[in-house]
């Protein structure tokens, strides 16, 4: 079992920058990968970025490629999203999860979630 904390959520102006960070208690971090999911209102979560065990791979949704970028410090036992470039569309509630295993895009594959934080963008 593993307890997933998000933090870092905000109001920003369009253009800005913010950085979640996810970490973990019970189990290390280090033996799952990670990933970043957001829902905004009425909508469903949708898949932001993923990050394998080593840190070594990673995968981001079309959306944000270029703009957000997902790291992990396995010693510190966090996961972080750098945001950049911040559009009123990435306004949502932005959740960690973990995976057993690299390579999921879609919410199923994830076994432990965090209760999420709010980022809002204004235009």
């Known amino acids: 079992q593993v307890q997933l904390v998000e933090s870092g959520g905000g109001l920003v102006q369009a253009g800005g920058s913010l950085r979640l960070s996810c970490a973990a208690s019970?189990?290390?971090?280090?033996?799952?990968?990670m990933g970043w999911f957001r829902q905004a209102p009425e909508k469903e979560r949708e898949f932001v970025a993923a990050?394998?065990?080593?840190?070594?791979?990673?995968d981001a949704a079309d959306s944000v490629k270029g703009r957000f970028t997902i790291s992990r410090d396995n010693a510190k036992n966090t996961v972080y999203l750098q945001m950049n470039s911040l559009k009123p569309e990435d306004t949502a509630v932005y959740y960690c999860?973990?995976?057993?295993?690299?390579?999921?895009?879609?919410?199923?594959?994830?076994?432990?979630w965090g209760q999420g934080t709010q980022v809002t963008v204004s235009s």
């Open positions: 990050i394998s065990v080593s840190g070594t791979r990673t």
């Open positions: 019970g189990r290390t971090l280090s033996s799952y990968a």
């Open positions: 999860a973990a995976a057993r295993f690299y390579g999921y895009t879609t919410a199923n594959g994830y076994d432990y």
